[in-house]
Each structure stands twice: as structure tokens, then as C-alpha cells.
């Protein structure tokens, strides 16, 4: 896949030798892909020496102990929880460094994406990881240092879940994890593992420890449902009565002012969902996810 400028695009250098409409159609949301590379493939991204800058810019930095259990830290407590033996990860990496958060936004608009693209950091001491869970999003894991082993089920446990799973019962996670059938590959530098949302997985650092980053595809808030009710809402908009408050009033006894507001508010539903009949439907509801995610 190529840019409008006739570059490689982003995604297409990361998936590599992957086409990128090959991890569209068979891969993205339906099934767990791994891509071998080789050292150095995502410096263009971010170069391992460069990890420590500018954490005092990003969303949140956790450290995570065995059993998931996490705590949320500063950059000063990094080099102590790590070496205590806790994984470290990072939301936000995109707010600490350029490269990637104009990444994240051109994989958004190559792919119209609905969602949001955010860039997750974990750095890992050796024998260390994650445990079982699944994640509200499709995670694309990039090795960019180290190696790092994963356990990962072939179906997700919830197709397109809306929250991350359980943390706090790994008993029940467990369980579930056993009735499902389980792979396990070892991550390199250079290497890409993209996980659908609902698959249970679970890391661990080799011995020399492991730093990767996590592309990660919220998809909460960029659905097909949450595009639908955005190309409403902008349509409504232009209808004065549907801005208008909801109330019934303290007796509910004279409604005729909400009945009204409510009639013109479905007629500006139909009008709407008529033109959607028209062949630009996903025309129509692509410039609409297009302008929630230029809004701040």
C-alpha cells in the first residue's frame, strides 16, 4: 500500500513482506498474524536509546508485578520498579515522540480509521511479562529490543469486547484460557505480533530482558454503531428542536412542547438516514469519523 505521494506507507514498511491488504482482509480483527524482520526495522519509529525521552510528556507509566498487579509511577521510579522485577509500561508514547505520533495519525488516515491509534511502550527485566488477560483493542506488538515469548489463544474469548478483561480474578482467567487452544512465539528484534481484541495472551521477557512497542487500535468509541450515531448527531445538529433540552416537565400532564421537539427531531432522523440509501453511504460516514477524530 502506498501513500497519495507514492510512498511506502507506514503500515505497509511495518507489515512487511505482509501487503497490507492481505492483514486488512484476513488478518485485522479476525485472527493473530506474526511477521519475522530483522534488527533495526522499526528505528524509523523509535530506536531502543531513545525509549527513557520525554516520559514526563506521555499519559501514564505503570509498573506491573506478577498477577497483574500495577501500580502508576514517574519516570524517577522507573530504573527502581524495573529492577524490583516489574514490567513497565507506557501509554502515550506518541506525546513523547514526533515520529510516532505522526505515524499513528497517517496509519488513521490510510486506513479512514474510525478509532483511535495510540503507542504503548513495555519494557520487561528478564523472566518478567505480563500475565493472561485480553485487551479491549487489536494490539500490534513491534520487538524493537531483546526477545520476548508469547502465549496466545487462536480464537478471541469476546469478539470486539468493550473492556479489557477481569484482572483481579486469575483463577477465572485461567479457566477460560483452558478451554481454548493455545500458540507460543518468541518475539526478536524486528518482529511484528498483531493480536485481535478478546485473545488471551500472556508475555515473558528473555533473558536479556525486552522492549517493545504496542500499536494499539482502540476500536471503543470508532465502531460501525458509534460511526452511525455521529452522522446522526452532526445531522441533527441543523435541527433546532433536537437541541433543545429533554424534560417532562414536574406533573408530566403537558407534554405537546416535547412531542413536538420530538417529531422534528425523527423527521431530521429520516432525512438523514434516507440520504444514507443514496451510493455514497460510506462516503457519507467516512467524513463523518473523519471529523470527530480532527476535533480535539
Known sequence: ???????????????????????????????PLYVRGSPGKFDALLKPARFIHGLDRVAEIRCVFGELRQATIGPVDIREMYEAGATICVTGMELAHPALRRAARRIEDDLGYAGRIDVRAYLSPPGTGFDFHYDARVATSL??????????????????????????DMAGT????????LRRVTLKPGDLLCLPPGVWHKAKAGAGGSLALNLAFNHVDGTVADVL?????????????????????????????LATQIEASLNGVKSAIAKLEAPRRIERLSASAKRSRQRP
Open 1 to 31: 500500500m502506498t501513500s497519495k505521494k507514492g510512498k511506502v506507507s507506514v503500515l505497509s514498511a511495518l507489515l512487511d513482506p505482509v501487503p497490507v491488504d492481505v492483514f486488512l482482509n484476513r488478518y485485522f480483527g479476525r485472527r
Open 143 to 168: 520487538q524493537l529490543d531483546g526477545a520476548k515469548t508469547w502465549w496466545y489463544s487462536t480464537a478471541p474469548e469476546v469478539e470486539f469486547p468493550t473492556q479489557n478483561s477481569n484482572r483481579a
Open 174 to 181: 485461567l479457566r477460560a484460557v483452558g478451554r481454548h487452544t
Open 229 to 257: 450515531v455521529r452522522y446522526l448527531r452532526d445531522a441533527l445538529s441543523s435541527v433546532p428542536e433536537a437541541n433543545r433540552p429533554f424534560y417532562t416537565g414536574t406533573d408530566g400532564t403537558d407534554l405537546r412542547a
